[in-house]
């Protein structure tokens, strides 16, 4: 323990820096992620923070599988848990992306634990800055910062971070009354994915809609981890199939049955099927699911530069609740020679 009565526990010497934040914060241990257990312990935050309804945004619970599972499999290196003494609870946790250059803080809702998210913001940043710089980068990156979340607004703006042009809408639409029956064209059918021996069909039809660069042999390889990962519900991922055969469009579910708050992500459809309302039938069954496992409300986050997307939400009832912002910050430029 230093003599500011902080504590880090070793994951590389750099875990050392954290020490010169904490004069003013309580004790507070800074670990590595280790198990399912702590997995459980981060969900239970986003969900604490969503109940509490403050001006800070937590993400929906299936965003989190997401990154971790799908597009970040190797986050055990990168996911940090803050912890008030060697014996308590889990009361924050941070995320380093290099593949974003972009760091994400969330604390729970609590007095307490909130005055820690300035410290571990402040180490985060100093982590992502040393990895963007390591790999050739000129800025890193926040994102999932609220509108209405001032005191954090502030913070970065004094750290000399500036909002992005980039933004998400948060969109939300309510499951209290009866829900539309999807429409599909003819010969055209909807259902979940039936198991592991479809991931080339789940794959290709992502690879697709998503206009990939990665080949499709790696893309499988990548949907078949997330598929064999503990967060995946194949009866929550539902495909609209093409007449035969081919998976023409698809949206995957999650749940939050804490908030009652059911979630879209990703959601797609294959360039070759489009405009045929494919997208709007796999979304209408989505919350005909979400509905009948007790859910009330379905949210879904698209990006400020996907306004056809935000159309097709539009069109199957979701509306903007509020801007999900990005602030950036420029790093320093290295002189030839400098370590």
């Known amino acids: 323990m230093n003599a500011t009565g902080f504590h ?25 992620y280790r198990n399912a257990a702590d997995l459980e312990s981060i969900r239970e935050i986003l969900i604490a923070g969503r109940k509490a309804a403050g001006p800070a945004y937590y993400v ?8 971790l599972f799908y597009l ?26 290099p593949r974003f250059r972009a760091f994400d803080v969330f604390v729970s809702p609590d007095p307490a634990s ?35 979340d001032s005191r954090f607004i502030n913070h970065l703006e004094a750290r000399g971070f500036a909002r992005s042009d980039f933004h998400m809408h ?10 539309p029956e999807p429409q599909l064209p003819p010969e055209y059918c909807l259902r979940a994915v039936a198991g592991e021996h479809e991931v080339r069909q789940r794959a290709a039809v992502a690879h697709a809609a998503f206009e990939s660069s990665k080949p499709i042999e790696i893309y499988t390889e990548g949907t078949l981890r997330f598929m064999r990962s503990p967060v995946y519900t194949p009866e929550l991922d539902l495909v609209a199939i093409a ?36 997208g709007a039938a796999v979304l209408n069954a989505g919350l005909r699911q979400m ?8 949210s879904v986050c698209v990006e400020s530069d996907n306004p056809a997307a935000q159309r ?12 999900i912002c990005t602030y950036t910050k420029p790093l320093p430029v290295r002189s030839l020679g400098q370590d």
Request: aromatic share 12%; hydrophobic share 40%; proline share 6%.
């Open 72 to 97: 970040d499999p190797d986050f055990q290196q990168r996911l940090f848990l803050a912890e008030r003494d060697p014996e308590g609870s889990v009361i924050g946790w941070v995320l380093l992306s």
């Open 312 to 323: 097709l939400y539009e069109a199957v009832g979701f509306r903007a609740i509020h801007r």
């Open 243 to 278: 007449p035969g055969g081919r998976f023409a469009a698809f949206c995957l579910c999650w749940l939050d049955p804490v908030n009652q708050v059911g979630h879209f992500e990703p959601v797609g459809t294959h360039p070759d099927f489009r405009r045929q309302g494919l």
């Open 114 to 148: 909130f005055e820690q998210r300035q410290a571990l913001a402040l180490w985060a940043e100093e982590q992502m800055s040393n990895i963007a710089l390591e790999q050739g980068g000129t800025d890193v990156q926040t994102m999932w910062v609220s509108e209405h």
């Open 8 to 32: 880090a526990v070793p994951h590389g010497d750099w875990l050392e820096r954290f020490l010169q934040w904490a004069q003013a914060y309580p004790k507070m241990i800074l670990r590595p």
């Open 60 to 67: 929906h619970c299936g965003d989190l599988h997401w990154w």
């Open 291 to 298: 509905q009948a496992r007790g859910m009330k409300i379905a």
């Open 170 to 179: 948060h969109m939300e639409r309510a499951l209290d009354d009866k829900l």
